[in-house]
């Protein structure tokens, strides 16, 4: 069997429209820090029920301390960013929920769109949904949502060639914030404007709207001729476009690949079982190539996996052979982890004991347990050392 993925390399990470692990771990933490605000105590409050959510910011600020600070500030000492926007659009449109929180911002070389996660209770009516609607931003940016009955529009007496669908839930959380996007990201994608890469970003919730907006950076902007980069890193995905959409998509990215202008992965995490949803069955698939983290704590670039995400054993053992290095690293980090699980046995906290007693596909899907394996790859392949908590 030839196997489809391969272990992350550093030498195939310099061709054109690769994956790279700087831009997979940057747009990784640029997303998990969507989850706080400038308001008092924002990531304190959701620490409480979600504290994987402060554990991440830890990781990518190096302290506590540091982790609650407000998002401007994080964004300016962190990232070197200015914040131009802070998204905050709650309520509902047409009938549909809306709950994004994001930001958006900028400096010389980047642009960032991200999106926060699963919070609320607007936010699980987004995510439980499972209707279709018809991607037509004309009419439906301008009514500021889908349509009361979108999810029966364009399946019968159809004249004509038929419109993508993509998640309805999904699709009405980016209709409201497209305008932002157009006041903010538009001016800044301008040929005169000096080159940059734009990370649309997020996580969850955050992963599906991401993917909404990266269709609607790709079909409004001619990046061949811009001298601008487009790179999407979503984690935990749900799907979010049905076939009709995803071939559009995928025929963009053949399209910009060779031209190393767009970049699209998921990036999911062992069992997470947000990238599980909506089922396949009912039509839904995602777009872009997977970056597969192992419980091992491998990171794998287009895996052959089944679509519970569990990758092929034949094609591990192929992966082995294709990829020696996968066996030393393997030896060395099974010695690794047995003195680690010693120390660890003594020295466990109160965190982790608590996230021992969570169920995998539940846990895998929480943003320190994908920061945790793209930090050390990021590491070994740099030779840089990120700050410790």
């Not at 990781?59 to 300016?76: F, Q, R, V, W, Y």
């Not at 061949?224 to 071939?247: E, W, Y």
């Not at 846990?363 to 840089?384: Q, V």
Request: charged share 25%; net charge negative; glycine share 6%.
């Amino acid at each position: 069997v030839q196997p489809r993925g391969r272990e992350y390399d550093a030498s195939c990470a310099k061709k054109p429209g690769a994956i790279r692990i700087d831009d997979v771990l940057l747009g990784t933490k640029l997303a998990c820090v969507a989850i706080t605000d400038d308001h008092e105590d924002t990531l304190a409050k959701v620490g409480k029920m979600n504290p994987w959510h402060i554990e991440a910011l830890k990781m990518i600020t190096g302290s506590e301390e540091e982790a609650h600070k407000p998002l401007t500030h994080i964004l300016d000492k962190h990232f070197n960013l200015k914040c131009d926007k802070i998204l905050d659009l709650s309520g509902w449109s047409g009938g549909r929920p809306i709950d994004t929180q994001g930001y958006i911002a900028h400096n010389d070389e980047m642009i960032v769109v991200s999106f926060r996660c699963t919070t609320s209770a607007l936010d699980w009516m987004t995510n439980l949904a499972t209707t279709s609607s018809e991607w037509e931003l004309d009419e439906d940016v301008a009514q500021g949502h889908s349509g009361f009955l979108s999810c029966f529009e364009g399946r019968c007496f159809v004249k004509g060639p038929k419109k993508p669908r993509v998640h309805t839930g999904f699709y009405n959380n980016i209709l409201k914030t497209i305008p932002h996007l157009q006041e903010h990201v538009d001016p800044l994608l301008a040929p005169d404007q000096p080159a940059r890469k734009l990370y649309v970003v997020g996580h969850s919730l955050g992963a599906g709207i991401s993917t909404m907006a990266t269709c609607y950076f790709l079909q409004h902007h001619d990046w061949a001729k811009l001298p601008h980069k487009f790179i999407n890193v979503s984690a935990g995905t749900p799907r979010s476009c049905k076939q009709s959409m995803a071939d559009i998509m995928e025929a963009k990215l053949a399209e910009l690949r060779p031209l190393d202008k767009a970049v699209v992965c998921r990036v999911v995490m062992n069992e997470d079982v947000v990238a599980k949803v909506p089922p396949l069955a009912i039509g839904y698939t995602h777009i872009g190539k997977l970056v597969f983290l192992t419980e091992d704590g491998y990171v794998l670039v287009g895996p052959k996996r089944s679509e519970s995400h569990i990758v092929d054993e034949q094609e591990m053992q192929e992966l082995c052979k294709t990829n020696p290095q996968l066996v030393a690293l393997a030896t060395e980090k099974e010695k690794e982890e047995n003195e680690e699980d010693l120390h660890k046995s003594k020295l466990q906290t109160e965190y982790e004991k608590m996230m021992a007693k969570i169920p995998r596909p539940l846990r895998d899907h929480c943003p320190d347990f994908y920061l945790a394996p793209l930090i050390k790859l990021y590491e070994r392949d740099s030779g840089a050392t990120l700050p410790a908590q």
